[in-house]
């Protein structure tokens, strides 16, 4: 069976700070990988997806980038934080089908 | 206007009660559609899925699909209190991306 794991599960950083978020995912090969990030009390925005390695696609421009050295690896980074990247940053996969799995997600604080 | 409407709630059910979750969306391309469930402090689960107009059931949960309305809906029923949450409507668009609406937010009370 597939599973996804995303570290860290919490992580509080200060303004101007790098960041860097990891998703794995297991049993599945070549899947869509996606990252969403949810505000607090707000829906879910899909901030990028890539269908393979080294192939990342933007949805919306800021100070946030991807990549994915791996087929199952797809990483989250930035280099200076700011204090609006506070959220729930979720890791997505699917494979064959419509149907996306979450992760559990990351709670970043940025103070 | 809002790709993906959802009342936010809280919509307030007593156990035992039919829970009735409502979702419209704007793109017409939309062919399939799915609807998540989200405790507090989690994150989403995948709990049905529709892609034909009409009804789908899965247990105590039932999809309803109307392209022509442009209206997808949840049905619980049997509600109990561990249904308590926030239901996420997520149709995909005509671009293969999932869009989420806000939420609604269900009490199932004892």
């Known amino acids: 069976s597939q599973t996804i794991h995303q570290w860290p599960a919490t992580l509080v950083q200060p303004v101007g700070s790098p960041l860097s978020l990891e998703c794995t995912v297991e049993?599945?090969?070549?899947?869509?990988l996606y990252w969403y990030r949810q505000a607090a009390g707000r829906g879910l925005q899909l901030l990028f997806y890539?269908?393979?390695?080294?192939?990342i696609s933007s949805e919306v421009p800021q100070n946030l980038s991807a990549s994915r050295p791996q087929d199952r690896q797809f990483i989250l980074s930035s280099k200076k934080l700011l204090l609006s990247d506070s959220g729930f940053y979720l890791c997505a996969w699917n494979s064959g089908s419509f149907e996306q799995f979450f992760g559990p997600g990351t709670r970043l604080t940025v103070l | 206007q809002k790709e993906v409407e959802q009342n936010s709630g809280p919509l307030s059910v007593p156990e035992g009660a039919i829970a009735s979750l409502n979702c419209t969306y704007s793109?017409?391309?939309?062919?399939?559609f799915f609807w998540y469930r989200q405790y507090s402090g989690k994150s989403p689960e995948l709990i049905m899925s529709i892609y034909s107009n009409g009804d789908k059931e899965d247990g105590r949960f039932t999809a309803q699909l109307n392209k022509a309305s442009q209206y997808v809906s949840l049905l619980i029923r049997d509600s109990q209190p561990s249904d308590s949450a926030t239901y996420l409507c997520?149709?995909?668009?005509?671009?293969?991306?999932?869009?989420f609406g806000g939420g609604t937010r269900l009490m199932v009370k004892p």
């Open positions: 793109d017409r391309g939309s062919q399939s």
């Open positions: 890539s269908v393979g390695i080294g192939q």
């Open positions: 997520a149709p995909y668009n005509a671009g293969n991306m999932l869009t």
């Open positions: 049993g599945t090969s070549n899947p869509n």
